[in-house]
């Protein structure tokens, strides 16, 4: 364990360096990387540990060597100094007891005491190719596929990447800070530690999946209480009461005990907890205004692409040219091109181009070829120049193309920790949730006003008469007595106006038990719950929403995309 923490400099070369593919060292300059780098190719190398003793030097002093080499017997280890050649007569007299004491240091223990400078790490030599071997061990495990993880498995890597992420970007001072949060997440020491060490050997999140040796998770949850996790979560977590994962957990206590069934540890439902999307969760609790701040797209400045790589947008095009038979000339088809291009500098930083029609593997090459050097492209290709760009993106941005939401995309991000978000659905629903604003109160005054009203997005769209007196011209709203009220009132304005088939799902879920009652606490205790209407489609659904409510917040951009181009009909 190493008794001193190496912190980032931007004025010297500092990161961790790979020893095998489990293992990495902190290094704090080129000429140190180099110096771990020779020693994994030594034959008889058996490990490094970086800043390994401290060792008290005359004077009251301290000094730390900066690496302890390992080797295969009869071999004795090594207690390295690595120093600039010029370095070693400018600190002479500095470096000169510093050097004693760990001479002595280490013939107490069987180690010998070198120094390594550029002249050794940077030394030239001629081998045979016969001679030369993988640098990693063949019958090595090679990393877990994060497509071959359950949901369980993968909720569990975020979890931990979660809490080992404040520890990342420590240098000094991780001994404290893992002690801290130990205590936070009531974790041992080591267990930080080992999530630690899998972690930043590679950088990947499938390192830290629980390890089960091939054998199946098993299901532990009776179906009764399976069931009661959901309501919990649903009901009471992703609610605006906001409830604290140690409060939904003690009512998921209470309803268990209710069937005299053992509830499940807490761990295992806040993990369940942590599954739960980050936009679902805060359009949930906080609302659809703090959900549309967060992630949602706003005119002028891209959010976050604040530095090349910080998100690059993915979308395909049919090319107008015509590709034909190399023998026969006969057509053969368009091809589609898949680009990938950087927001913050406009560049384009890979593409992919195939006959076939869009799909998940053209973006996955179109994103692999973005990571990577395009030197060995571009000399395929033919094409002097360069194309300085490669890197993974922070954040990938696209369409709502079904490719764009495969499932091995989605692990594969999560594997390299890329964020993907998509565009809103081009759907154009007049909300009226914000219940603070009174937006639907103020969408009602404008149609029964004389004054005109032009909501213009961009471009040249038809007359506003045109749009409002669209056939296929659909409301959607809140599932409660005011919402009704609102679409009254706006139909008696728009006769075509009719209420939207996204109804139908809010309608389920509320038959099924979910909602929230009319309460102070959900904005909707001064509702007037004792209109009426004879209208055969609003009469029925005013009953339906006497108790409970919902709000337009819940429904799922699946749900929209499913129904908002067809009427609701008389709901059954």
């Not at 190496?6 to 010297?12: A, E, V």
């Not at 369980?152 to 990342?168: C, F, N, T």
Request: with cysteine; charged share 30%; proline share 8%.
């Amino acid at each position: 364990m190493p008794v001193r923490s190496i912190p980032r400099s931007h004025r010297s070369v500092t990161g961790r360096q790979p020893v095998d593919g489990q293992r990495s060292v902190a290094v704090e300059s080129s000429l140190e990387r180099d110096f771990v780098l020779l020693c994994r190719f030594e034959p008889d190398f058996a490990g490094i540990e970086e800043q390994p003793v401290m060792i008290p030097v005359p004077g009251g002093r301290r000094y730390t060597p900066d690496f302890l080499v390992t080797w295969r017997e009869p071999r004795p280890p090594d207690l390295v100094e690595v120093k600039y050649q010029a370095d070693l007569a400018t600190q002479a007299d500095i470096l000169r007891p510093k050097f004693a004491a760990a001479e002595a240091y280490g013939r107490d223990r069987g180690w010998q005491f070198q120094v390594a400078t550029d002249k050794d790490t940077h030394r030239k030599e001629v081998f045979d190719i016969a001679d030369l071997k993988a640098d990693s061990d063949p019958a090595e495990a090679p990393p877990p596929a994060i497509d071959s993880l359950d949901e369980d498995d993968l909720a569990e890597a975020k979890r931990r990447l979660e809490v080992i992420k404040p520890l990342l970007s420590i240098g000094r001072g991780r001994t404290k800070a893992i002690d801290a949060i130990a205590t936070e997440y009531g974790l041992g020491r080591r267990t930080i530690e080992r999530w630690l060490h899998n972690y930043e050997a590679r950088e990947l999140l499938s390192d830290l999946a629980p390890q089960r040796r091939k054998r199946p998770m098993p299901t532990r949850l009776h179906p009764e209480v399976e069931a009661l996790v959901a309501k919990v979560i649903e009901d009471f977590y992703l609610t605006k009461q906001n409830l604290s994962p140690r409060k939904a957990y003690e009512t998921l206590k209470r309803l268990c005990a209710g069937i005299r069934r053992k509830p499940p540890h807490e761990e295992t439902f806040r993990r369940r907890l942590d599954a739960v999307p980050e936009e679902l969760k805060l359009r949930r609790r906080k609302g659809r205004k703090a959900a549309r701040d967060r992630f949602a797209e706003v005119k002028g400045a891209f959010p976050g692409a604040d530095f090349p790589l910080a998100v690059v947008q993915i979308d395909h095009t049919r090319l107008d040219i015509d590709l034909v038979d190399d023998d026969t000339r006969q057509p053969i088809g368009r091809p589609n091109l898949t680009l990938a291009i950087d927001v913050y500098s406009r560049m384009v930083t890979g593409f992919y181009l195939s006959l076939d029609p869009p799909n998940a593997f053209s973006v996955g090459m179109c994103i692999a070829r973005s990571a990577l050097d395009k030197d060995a492209h571009l000399d395929r290709l033919g094409i002097k120049g360069r194309w300085p760009v490669w890197g993974l993106p922070r954040r990938i941005h696209a369409d709502n193309g079904k490719e764009f939401h495969s499932k091995t995309l989605d692990k594969a991000c999560q594997q390299y920790g890329i964020a993907i978000t998509w565009r809103p659905v081009k759907v154009s629903a007049y909300g009226f949730g914000a219940s603070a604003l009174d937006v639907g109160e103020r969408l009602i005054d404008g149609l029964e006003s004389p004054t005109t009203i032009s909501a213009v997005r961009a471009g040249n769209p038809p007359p506003l008469t045109a749009l409002l007196n669209h056939p296929n011209l659909f409301l959607w709203g809140d599932l409660d007595i005011a919402g009704f009220q609102i679409f009254m009132r706006a139909r008696a304005r728009l006769p075509a106006l009719r209420l939207s088939a996204i109804y139908f799902p809010m309608l389920a879920h509320l038959k099924a038990g979910g909602g929230h009652p009319y309460v102070s606490l959900t904005g909707k205790a001064g509702q007037d719950r004792g209109f009426t209407s004879s209208d055969p489609i609003i009469a029925p659904l005013l009953d339906r929403c006497r108790s409970r409510a919902i709000d337009q917040e819940w429904v799922r951009a699946e749900d929209i995309r499913t129904n908002s181009l067809s009427p609701l009909g008389t709901p059954v």
